[in-house]
């Protein structure tokens, strides 16, 4: 207990720790925030994408569970927004994990959590494409930055997503049953990270930022995935400086402040109505 203790303390002080360093680099112009109100209808976009993207979420979980028990969409939408907002404040995701705990399975957290390692590396192996292809499509050179060449890099992007494959693999072939829906899940992660990226783009867009979508995916899918490294709370901070890294080293003109702040509201947003039966659930528990 004490363990888990000092390395959540921990992980938050990092996240702190990253912010106050963008911090000290950006000027935190609120005034900014008023170009927002000439975009309300991308705006408002970016909020309703939310709806599909938890659909495909909420429908990605009653497959996945679905020859263990058969649950209502209702349930499986609750599952998945209290999952969400454990995912805040704990790092890699883990807090998918909890769905076990809303879904009444019959089954050891053991064999959930096999279960639940395979979504997570199909959901990362299609992050993954999206960042490397887009990297390939795009024309960043960040050699200069990291000190390699970009055959160099995508080499080292194709042994991962090899790698990822053969995990993917390993653990399927633990769990047959995952077999006939590796396809499924392959699909609902290519629509899911698709709105996603969408949601990225237009918010680039509102900004006037000058990169285009393949800059946008790599960038922004780069920092989704160092922010998956569990060393800060929910990649708070780590997803933030990533983005302020790339944008202040590649000569990006953008207004960082806006970026950081319309990039979290992405996150935040879910919050508000996952919040609702996080609260319901607790009283219940009670």
């Known amino acids: 207990m004490l363990f888990k203790n000092l390395k959540y303390i921990i992980s938050i002080l990092i996240s702190i720790y990253l912010f106050q ?3 000290q680099q950006i000027y935190l112009n609120f005034s900014g925030l008023k170009i927002l109100k000439n975009y309300l209808g991308q705006l408002t976009i970016i909020v309703l994408l ?5 659909y495909l979420l909420t429908l990605k979980l009653i497959l996945l569970i679905n020859n263990i028990k058969s649950i209502k969409f209702f349930a499986s939408l609750k599952a998945t927004l209290i999952a969400y907002n454990y995912n805040l404040f704990l790092p890699a995701k883990s807090g998918d994990f909890f769905r076990h705990k809303y879904l009444d399975l019959k089954i050891s957290f053991k ?6 390692i395979v979504e997570k590396l ?12 887009s990297y390939l499509l795009s024309n960043l050179d960040i050699s ?7 055959l160099y890099i995508s080499f080292i992007f194709f042994l991962i997503l090899i790698g990822n494959l053969y995990f993917i693999k390993k653990f ?12 499924n899940l392959l699909g609902f992660d290519i629509l899911i990270w698709s709105l996603q990226f969408f949601q990225l783009f237009l918010i680039i867009n509102i900004l006037g930022i000058k990169i285009n979508i393949f800059e946008t995916i790599f960038i922004f899918g780069i920092s989704i ?7 800060s709370i ?10 302020f890294f790339f944008f202040t080293n590649m000569n990006i003109e953008a207004n960082m402040f806006l970026v950081l702040i319309l990039f979290n509201i992405r996150y935040l947003l879910p919050v508000l109505i996952g919040l609702i039966f996080s609260i319901k659930s607790f009283q219940n528990e009670k």
């Open 21 to 23: 360093k963008i911090g």
């Open 50 to 54: 939310f709806f599909p993207i938890f």
């Open 111 to 116: 064999n959930f959590f096999k279960i639940n």
């Open 122 to 133: 199909i959901s990362f192996f299609v992050l993954f494409c999206f960042v490397f292809f």
């Open 144 to 150: 200069e930055i990291v000190d390699l060449s970009k």
């Open 172 to 183: 399927i072939n633990k769990e047959n049953y995952l077999k006939s829906k590796f396809l």
């Open 225 to 231: 995935i160092v922010g998956l490294i569990p060393i």
């Open 234 to 243: 929910g990649g708070f901070g780590v997803r933030d400086y990533v983005i």
